[in-house]
C-alpha cells in the first residue's frame, strides 16, 4: 500500500499552465477516482504520479518521501492503460511474466506470481492463448493482471474500459471493485464517466481547467455538491437548473421566484449572498420530483421507458409564458406522451441553490 501527498503540484509545457497547484491527500488502500471532462487535466496528473510527465513545480511524495525526481520504475507503481497493450507474438502466460523476466525474478516466484494473478482475474484456462484469441474484457483483464504481478505501492488506471462495450465495462467495474477489496492496495482511477466514479470510489476528485473543484466520497458529491458545475456532473440523469430570483429572505430561508413567475419556498436557506433580487439558480435532481395532482405545469416532449422507472423531459411553466427545461423521473412504468402536460412538485428539502458565481448557498 502506499500514502500519497501532492502539494502544489503544477504542469507547464511552454508557457502553458495546465495543472494549477493541485493539492491532495490520499490515504492507504484508497480507491480514488479522477473525473471530470475531457482536458480537465485528469490523465495529465495521473501521469505524473506516475513519473510519465515532468512536475513543473510543487513536491509529490510517497510514504513521506519526495520522488519528484524518482524514475518511474523506482516509485512501484503499476499503471494499466485505456490501451491493452499486449504483445500479440505472446501468449497471456508470456505477457504476465515479461516485466518480471526483464527485472531478474526468479523462474519459481514469476510462475506463482502469475499463476495468483490468472486465477484471481479468472483467466488461468487462457494462459496458452495469444492475445487475438480472446475478448476484449480478456484482453484488458491481461492487462490488469500484468500490474498485479509487479505487486506494486499503487495502482494506476487511465480510462480502462473505455474500449469496452456496455455490459462488459458494468462487469469490469464489479470485478475492479472486487479486485481492490482482495488486495487492499492503494488504487487512483481516472475517467470521464461519472457513473463509473459513483459505484466504484472511496472517494472522487472532480477536476475541471486543471483545479479540484470537490473532493469527497460519492455520496458526500451526490447529496452536497460543492458548486454548480459538481452538480450538474454527479448524477445520472444530470440536476435540473431553474434559473430565478430572490423574491423574499427571512431567517428562516428564501422565496424563489423561477424566471416563468413560479414561487417556491426553500426553508433550509439562508445566505447574505443572496439578498432580495439577486439572481440564483435552482437544482433538483430528476429523481427528487414528484408527478402531483396539483403543482408545476410540464409539457412533455420525450419520454423515455427504462422498465423499472420512465424519464420524462419537458419544459417547465406555462405555454403562455416563459420556459425552462425539465427532467423527471418516475419510478415504475408510466404512459405519458409527446404533448401531454403533467403537474410536478418540487421537494423543497431536496433543492439545491446557487448564486450568481455558481457556488452552492450553504443549507
Do not use: W
Not at 110 to 121: E, F, P, S, T
Not at 149 to 170: G, M, Q, Y
Not at 282 to 288: F, L, N
Not at 335 to 360: I, M, Y
Amino acid at each position: 500500500m502506499a500514502e500519497l501527498s501532492l502539494r502544489g503540484l503544477v504542469k507547464r509545457y511552454g508557457a502553458v499552465e495546465v495543472v494549477h497547484g493541485i493539492d491532495l491527500e490520499i490515504k492507504h488502500g484508497e480507491f480514488v477516482v479522477f473525473v471530470g471532462p475531457s482536458g480537465c487535466g485528469k490523465s495529465t496528473l495521473l501521469r505524473m504520479i506516475a513519473g510519465l510527465e515532468e512536475i513543473s513545480a510543487g513536491e509529490f511524495c510517497i510514504d513521506g518521501v519526495r520522488v519528484n525526481e524518482l524514475a518511474p520504475a523506482k516509485r512501484e507503481i503499476a499503471m494499466v492503460f485505456q490501451s491493452y497493450a499486449l504483445y500479440p507474438h505472446m501468449s497471456v502466460y508470456e505477457n504476465l511474466a515479461f516485466g518480471l523476466q526483464t527485472a531478474g525474478e526468479k523462474k519459481d516466484v514469476i510462475d506463482r506470481r502469475v499463476q495468483h494473478a490468472a486465477k484471481m482475474l479468472k483467466i488461468d484456462t487462457y494462459l496458452q492463448r495469444k492475445p487475438k484469441a480472446l475478448s476484449g474484457g480478456q484482453r484488458q483483464r491481461v492487462a490488469i493482471g500484468r500490474a498485479i504481478v509487479r505487486e506494486p505501492k499503487l495502482f494506476l488506471f487511465d480510462e480502462p474500459l473505455s474500449n469496452l462495450d456496455a455490459e462488459l465495462r458494468v462487469q469490469m467495474r464489479v470485478e475492479l471493485s472486487k479486485l481492490h477489496a482482495d488486495l487492499g492496495t492503494t488504487m487512483i482511477y481516472v475517467t470521464h464517466d461519472q457513473v463509473e466514479a459513483m459505484t466504484m470510489a472511496d472517494r472522487i476528485v472532480v477536476l475541471r481547467d486543471g483545479l479540484i473543484e470537490q473532493a469527497g466520497s460519492p455520496l458526500d458529491l451526490y447529496n452536497r455538491p460543492a458548486n454548480r458545475f459538481v452538480a450538474g456532473f454527479i448524477g445520472s440523469p444530470k440536476m435540473n437548473f431553474l434559473e430565478g430570483m430572490v423574491a423574499s429572505q427571512t431567517a428562516n430561508g428564501l422565496s424563489v421566484k423561477l424566471q416563468g413567475g413560479e414561487a417556491i419556498s426553500l426553508n433550509a436557506f439562508a445566505s447574505s449572498r443572496a439578498l432580495e433580487g439577486a439572481p440564483v439558480c435552482v437544482g433538483i435532481r430528476p429523481e427528487h420530483i414528484e408527478l402531483a395532482d396539483q403543482g408545476l405545469p410540464m409539457k412533455v416532449a420525450l419520454t423515455e421507458q427504462l422498465g423499472g422507472n420512465t424519464v420524462l423531459y419537458g419544459n417547465l411553466g406555462a405555454t403562455n409564458g416563459p420556459q425552462q427545461p425539465l427532467v423527471v423521473q418516475v419510478v415504475g412504468q408510466s404512459n405519458f406522451k409527446r404533448g401531454d402536460t403533467v403537474q410536478v412538485c418540487l421537494n423543497p428539502a431536496s433543492c439545491h441553490v446557487f448564486a450568481e458565481d455558481g457556488l452552492a448557498l450553504p443549507q
